[in-house]
């Protein structure tokens, strides 16, 4: 009697879906980016009302920091990106 094996491959994106670790999209305080740029990048790309991307602007403004995003790593990461590139100052914790 013989046994079969069938090999499995997975890609990174399902590997690190599997492993249901949640991240955050971190917002960072600076001296460049005005509360108005701010609130539209949060408009525009994470889907905030204006009303939502002003509370988050506030919060980063008098407390250094502010998650705005959670999800898997490579969500996190491609949004840091965008973010990056609208000048803003984001990481991924």
């Given amino acids: 009697m013989s046994t079969e094996t069938k090999e499995e491959t ?11 670790t949640v991240h955050r999209l971190i917002l960072w ?3 460049v ?9 949060m408009m ?3 889907d905030y009302s204006e009303a939502q991307g002003e509370k ?10 502010c998650p ?3 999800g898997s790593f ?7 990106k965008i973010l990056q590139q609208e000048g803003l100052t984001v990481s991924v914790d």
């Fill in 74 to 80: 490579t969500e996190m990461e491609v949004y840091r």
């Fill in 56 to 65: 988050i602007a506030w919060k980063v403004h008098n407390e250094g920091k």
């Fill in 44 to 46: 525009k790309y994470l």
């Fill in 29 to 31: 305080n600076d001296d």
């Fill in 33 to 41: 980016n005005s509360f108005e740029h701010v609130i539209y990048c």
């Fill in 68 to 70: 705005v995003l959670e």
């Fill in 10 to 20: 997975f890609t990174l994106e399902e590997i690190l879906t599997s492993l249901k």
